[in-house]
C-alpha cells in the first residue's frame, strides 16, 4: 500500500498537479484546496504525510497544523509554502512540523523528504 | 617689572622731581629775600651818607650848630648801618677795604669834630668822597648779585622744564609702548582666531601683567582649537554615521522589496515548475514517437529555467538549506575551514594558493551558524571567481578588542572600480555575465551579516585585488531576526 499523502494548498492548479505527480509515482493522494476542509479531510482519512500552505485565505496554514497535531501527533506535516520567512520556520518547527521546504521544489527532493517523512509517521504509529 | 610698579614709579618719580624742584624755588626766593634786605640797607648806607655830605655842604655855607648837629646825627646812623652789615661787607669787598673804609670814617669823624681847625676841611671833603664812593660801590655790587640770582633761577627754571619735557617724554613713551603694542598684537590675535585661524601662538615678553595675559591667551587658544578640532571630528562622524544609516535603510529597503516580489513570484513559478513536471512524467511514460525527444528537450529547458529562477527567489529571501536556525556558540576558523572544504574542487580546479592566518586563540561567537556559512561562502566564491588560475586568496581572522573577530579575505583578482564599490551591495547589481549571477550574492551577504549585529568592509584597488572585511561581534544581541 502507497504512503497517504494529503495536499493542502489554496493554489488549485498546483495542488491538483502535484496530487497527479504524486500519484503517477505510486502515492496515494488527494489535494484540498480550502482551508477549513482540511481538519474533515484528515479526520475521515488519516493520511501518513500532509503537504501544507502557509499562507491561505481563511484559515492560516500554522492554525491547521497546530489542530491536526493535536488530533492526530503521529501524523507528519510538510510546510509547502511560497511565503516562508524565519518566524514561520522557527514557529514550524516549534510545532513540531517534519521540514519546512520553499516553493518551487524539486519533484526527487520533495519525494524524498516525503518518504522520510512516511517513514518516521509509521515508527509513530508502532 | 609689573605694568602696577611701572605706573607707581613714574608717578613717584614726578613727584619726588616737583619736590626737588619747589624746595629748590624755595631755597631760591629764601636766598632772594634775603638778598633784597642787604640792598635795602646798602641803599640806606648810600643815602645816609649823601645826607651827611648835604649837612657837611650847608655847614661849610652857613657855619651852623644845626647843619653839623645833622651831619653828626646822619653819621652816626651811617656808622650804625655798616656795622650792622659788617660780615656782608667783609664777604663783598674783602677786609682790607672793610678796614680802610672803618679808619676812613674813624678819620672823617676826627675832622668832624675839628671842623673850625684850618686844614682839615680839604682833608675832611677827599675823605668824605673816598666813603662816598664805597657807598656807591657797596649798593652797585649788591644790586648785581640780586640780578645774578634772579638770572640763576630763571636759568635753573629753564632747565627744570627742559629735564621734565625730555624725562617724562621717555618715561611716557616707553609705558605706552610697553603696554599699547603687547594690547595690539593681542587684539590682532583675537581678530585671526575669530575668523578661525589657530596657526601661531602670541609671543610672551616680559614678566608683567600683559604676559600673564598672553600666557592665559594661549592656553584659551590651545583649548579653543582643541574644542573646535572635536567638534569638527563629531560632526564629521556624525554626517558618516548618517550616510552610513541611509545606506542601511535602503538596503534594508530594497532586500524588503525584492523580498515581496520573490514571494510573489514563488506561486505561479511552483505551478510551471509542477506543470512541465507533469508534462515530462507523462512523457517519459509515454511510447517513442517523433516528438517526444524534442519534448523532454524543451521541458527540460523550461525546468532549468524555473531552477534559475528558483535560485533568484530562493536567495533573495536568504532561505537556508540547513535547519539549524538556532544560535550556537562556535569558532569562525571552524567555519573559514568548513567553507573552504565545501569549495576545495573550484579551488583544486583554478589552482588557486590559499593563504590561511587564523589566529588559534579566537573567542567563539554566538550567532546562526548556517547564516555565517552563507556570508564566507558567498565572499570567499566571489574571490574564486575573481582571481586567475593559479592567483592567490588570503584569510586571515583577528580579535578587535576582545568585543569582535574580524575575518579579511583577500585576493589578488582585478579589484573593483571605485564607482562600483559603491554598489555591490545592492540587490541585483552584478558585474558578471548574463545568467552567470543573480547579483544578490552580496546584498544577502550584507542584510545577513548586519541582520547578525555585524560588519562588513570592501577595500579594492584596481589591478592590485579586493579585501573584504567582515567583523562579527563576539557576543550578538540581534541574532537571527528577519
Given at each position: 500500500?502507497?504512503?497517504?499523502?494529503?495536499?493542502?494548498?489554496?493554489?488549485?492548479?498546483?495542488?491538483?498537479?502535484?496530487?497527479?505527480?504524486?500519484?503517477?509515482?505510486?502515492?496515494?493522494?488527494?489535494?484540498i484546496?480550502?482551508?477549513?476542509?482540511?481538519?474533515?479531510?484528515?479526520?475521515?482519512d488519516?493520511?501518513?504525510v500532509?503537504?501544507?500552505?502557509?499562507?491561505?485565505?481563511?484559515?492560516?496554514?500554522?492554525?491547521?497544523?497546530?489542530?491536526?497535531?493535536?488530533?492526530?501527533?503521529?501524523?507528519?506535516?510538510?510546510?509547502?509554502?511560497?511565503?516562508?520567512?524565519?518566524?514561520?520556520?522557527?514557529?514550524?518547527?516549534?510545532?513540531?512540523?517534519?521540514?519546512?521546504?520553499?516553493?518551487?521544489v524539486?519533484?526527487?527532493?520533495?519525494?524524498g523528504?516525503?518518504?522520510?517523512?512516511?517513514?518516521k509517521?509509521?515508527?509513530?504509529?508502532? | 617689572?609689573?605694568?602696577?610698579?611701572?605706573l607707581?614709579l613714574?608717578?613717584g618719580?614726578?613727584?619726588?622731581l616737583?619736590?626737588?624742584?619747589?624746595?629748590?624755588?624755595?631755597?631760591?626766593?629764601?636766598?632772594i629775600?634775603?638778598?633784597?634786605?642787604?640792598?635795602?640797607?646798602?641803599?640806606?648806607?648810600?643815602?645816609?651818607?649823601?645826607?651827611?655830605?648835604?649837612?657837611?655842604?650847608?655847614?661849610?655855607?652857613?657855619?651852623?650848630?644845626?647843619?653839623?648837629?645833622?651831619?653828626?646825627?646822619?653819621?652816626?646812623?651811617f656808622?650804625?648801618?655798616?656795622?650792622?652789615?659788617?660780615l656782608?661787607?667783609?664777604?663783598?669787598?674783602?677786609?682790607?677795604?672793610?678796614?680802610?673804609?672803618?679808619?676812613?670814617?674813624?678819620?672823617?669823624?676826627?675832622?668832624?669834630?675839628?671842623?673850625?681847625?684850618?686844614?682839615?676841611?680839604?682833608?675832611m671833603?677827599?675823605?668824605?668822597?673816598?666813603?662816598?664812593?664805597?657807598?656807591?660801590?657797596?649798593?652797585?655790587?649788591?644790586?648785581?648779585?640780586?640780578?645774578?640770582?634772579l638770572?640763576?633761577?630763571?636759568?635753573?627754571?629753564?632747565?627744570?622744564?627742559?629735564?621734565?619735557?625730555?624725562?617724562?617724554?621717555?618715561?611716557?613713551?616707553?609705558?605706552?609702548?610697553?603696554?599699547?603694542?603687547?594690547?595690539?598684537?593681542?587684539e590682532?590675535?583675537?581678530r585671526?582666531?575669530?575668523a578661525?585661524?589657530?596657526?601661531?601662538?602670541?609671543?610672551?615678553k616680559?614678566?608683567?601683567e600683559?604676559?600673564?595675559?598672553?600666557?592665559?591667551?594661549?592656553?584659551?587658544?590651545?583649548?579653543?582649537?582643541?574644542?573646535?578640532?572635536?567638534?569638527?571630528?563629531?560632526?564629521?562622524?556624525?554626517?558618516?554615521?548618517?550616510a552610513?544609516?541611509?545606506?542601511?535603510?535602503?538596503?534594508?529597503?530594497?532586500g524588503?522589496?525584492?523580498?515581496?516580489?520573490?514571494?510573489?513570484?514563488?506561486?505561479?513559478?511552483?505551478?510551471?515548475?509542477?506543470?512541465?513536471?507533469?508534462?515530462?512524467?507523462?512523457?517519459?511514460?509515454?511510447?517513442?514517437?517523433?516528438?517526444?525527444?524534442?519534448f523532454?528537450?524543451?521541458?527540460?529547458?523550461?525546468?532549468?529555467n524555473v531552477?534559475?529562477?528558483?535560485?533568484?527567489?530562493?536567495r533573495?529571501?536568504?532561505?537556508?538549506?540547513?535547519?539549524?536556525?538556532t544560535?550556537?556558540?562556535?569558532?569562525?576558523?571552524?567555519?573559514i575551514?568548513?567553507?573552504?572544504?565545501?569549495?576545495?574542487?573550484?579551488?583544486?580546479?583554478?589552482?588557486?594558493?590559499?593563504?590561511?592566518?587564523?589566529?588559534?586563540?579566537?573567542?567563539?561567537?554566538?550567532?546562526?551558524?548556517?547564516?555565517?556559512?552563507?556570508?564566507?561562502?558567498?565572499?570567499v566564491k566571489?574571490?574564486?571567481?575573481?582571481?586567475?588560475?593559479?592567483?592567490?586568496?588570503?584569510?586571515?581572522t583577528t580579535?578587535?578588542?576582545?568585543?569582535?573577530?574580524?575575518?579579511?579575505?583577500?585576493?589578488n583578482?582585478?579589484?573593483?572600480?571605485?564607482?562600483?564599490?559603491?554598489?555591490?551591495?545592492?540587490?541585483?547589481?552584478?558585474?558578471?555575465?548574463?545568467?552567470?549571477?543573480?547579483?544578490?550574492?552580496?546584498?544577502?551577504?550584507?542584510?545577513?551579516?548586519?541582520?547578525l549585529?555585524?560588519?562588513?568592509?570592501?577595500?579594492?584597488?584596481?589591478?592590485?585585488?579586493?579585501?573584504?572585511?567582515?567583523e562579527?561581534?563576539?557576543?550578538s544581541?540581534?541574532?537571527?531576526?528577519?
Amino acid at each position: 500500500m502507497g504512503t497517504k499523502v494529503l495536499i493542502v494548498d489554496d493554489e488549485v492548479e498546483f495542488a491538483t498537479t502535484l496530487c497527479e505527480r504524486l500519484g503517477l509515482r505510486g502515492y496515494e493522494t488527494r489535494a484540498i484546496c480550502v482551508a477549513q476542509d482540511a481538519l474533515p479531510a484528515v479526520k475521515s482519512d488519516p493520511p501518513d504525510v500532509i503537504l501544507l500552505d502557509l499562507k491561505m485565505p481563511g484559515k492560516n496554514g500554522i492554525e491547521i497544523l497546530m489542530t491536526v497535531k493535536n488530533f492526530a501527533p503521529e501524523i507528519e506535516v510538510i510546510l509547502l509554502t511560497g511565503h516562508m520567512s524565519l518566524d514561520n520556520k522557527l514557529e514550524g518547527i516549534k510545532l513540531d512540523a517534519f521540514d519546512c521546504i520553499l516553493k518551487p521544489v524539486d519533484i526527487k527532493e520533495l519525494t524524498g523528504k516525503i518518504d522520510k517523512a512516511a517513514e518516521k509517521s509509521k515508527l509513530n504509529r508502532e | 617689572m609689573k605694568i602696577r610698579d611701572k605706573l607707581f614709579l613714574a608717578f613717584g618719580f614726578y613727584i619726588f622731581l616737583a619736590v626737588v624742584l619747589g624746595f629748590l624755588a624755595y631755597k631760591e626766593l629764601q636766598a632772594i629775600a634775603t638778598r633784597l634786605v642787604l640792598v635795602e640797607t646798602a641803599n640806606d648806607i648810600s643815602n645816609n651818607f649823601l645826607e651827611v655830605r648835604r649837612h657837611e655842604k650847608n655847614f661849610l655855607l652857613f657855619r651852623d650848630k644845626d647843619s653839623l648837629q645833622e651831619l653828626k646825627k646822619n653819621l652816626e646812623k651811617f656808622k650804625n648801618n655798616i656795622n650792622a652789615i659788617g660780615l656782608e661787607i667783609v664777604k663783598e669787598m674783602g677786609d682790607d677795604d672793610y678796614r680802610m673804609i672803618k679808619e676812613a670814617i674813624i678819620g672823617y669823624e676826627y675832622l668832624t669834630d675839628r671842623i673850625n681847625e684850618s686844614g682839615s676841611i680839604d682833608n675832611m671833603r677827599s675823605m668824605a668822597r673816598v666813603i662816598q664812593s664805597f657807598a656807591e660801590n657797596l649798593s652797585k655790587k649788591e644790586m648785581e648779585k640780586i640780578s645774578a640770582l634772579l638770572t640763576n633761577s630763571r636759568l635753573l627754571f629753564l632747565y627744570a622744564i627742559f629735564i621734565i619735557l625730555i624725562v617724562g617724554g621717555i618715561i611716557n613713551m616707553k609705558l605706552a609702548v610697553g603696554i599699547a603694542r603687547p594690547l595690539r598684537l593681542l587684539e590682532k590675535r583675537t581678530r585671526e582666531i575669530a575668523a578661525g585661524s589657530f596657526t601661531e601662538h602670541v609671543e610672551v615678553k616680559g614678566k608683567d601683567e600683559l604676559t600673564s595675559l598672553e600666557v592665559a591667551f594661549n592656553e584659551m587658544e590651545d583649548r579653543l582649537r582643541d574644542a573646535m578640532q572635536s567638534l569638527e571630528l563629531a560632526v564629521k562622524r556624525l554626517h558618516q554615521k548618517q550616510a552610513q544609516l541611509v545606506e542601511t535603510e535602503k538596503l534594508a529597503t530594497m532586500g524588503k522589496f525584492a523580498a515581496g516580489v520573490a514571494h510573489e513570484i514563488n506561486n505561479p513559478l511552483a505551478i510551471i515548475n509542477e506543470k512541465a513536471g507533469l508534462m515530462k512524467d507523462i512523457l517519459d511514460m509515454s511510447e517513442d514517437s517523433n516528438y517526444k525527444e524534442k519534448f523532454l528537450g524543451i521541458i527540460h529547458s523550461m525546468l532549468d529555467n524555473v531552477n534559475r529562477c528558483r535560485t533568484i527567489t530562493h536567495r533573495i529571501l536568504g532561505f537556508s538549506r540547513r535547519m539549524d536556525i538556532t544560535s550556537s556558540s562556535f569558532s569562525l576558523n571552524e567555519t573559514i575551514n568548513e567553507v573552504l572544504e565545501f569549495l576545495e574542487r573550484d579551488i583544486e580546479y583554478k589552482n588557486i594558493h590559499m593563504g590561511l592566518q587564523l589566529a588559534p586563540d579566537i573567542p567563539e561567537i554566538r550567532s546562526d551558524k548556517g547564516q555565517i556559512q552563507q556570508v564566507f561562502l558567498n565572499i570567499v566564491k566571489n574571490a574564486i571567481d575573481a582571481v586567475e588560475a593559479g592567483g592567490a586568496i588570503d584569510i586571515s581572522t583577528t580579535v578587535k578588542a576582545e568585543q569582535a573577530v574580524v575575518v579579511s579575505i583577500k585576493d589578488n583578482g582585478p579589484g573593483i572600480p571605485e564607482d562600483v564599490i559603491k554598489q555591490i551591495f545592492e540587490p541585483f547589481f552584478t558585474t558578471k555575465a548574463k545568467g552567470k549571477g543573480t547579483g544578490l550574492g552580496l546584498s544577502i551577504t550584507y542584510g545577513i551579516t548586519r541582520n547578525l549585529g555585524g560588519n562588513i568592509f570592501v577595500k579594492s584597488e584596481v589591478g592590485k585585488g579586493t579585501t573584504f572585511i567582515v567583523e562579527m561581534p563576539v557576543n550578538s544581541n540581534t541574532l537571527a531576526g528577519e
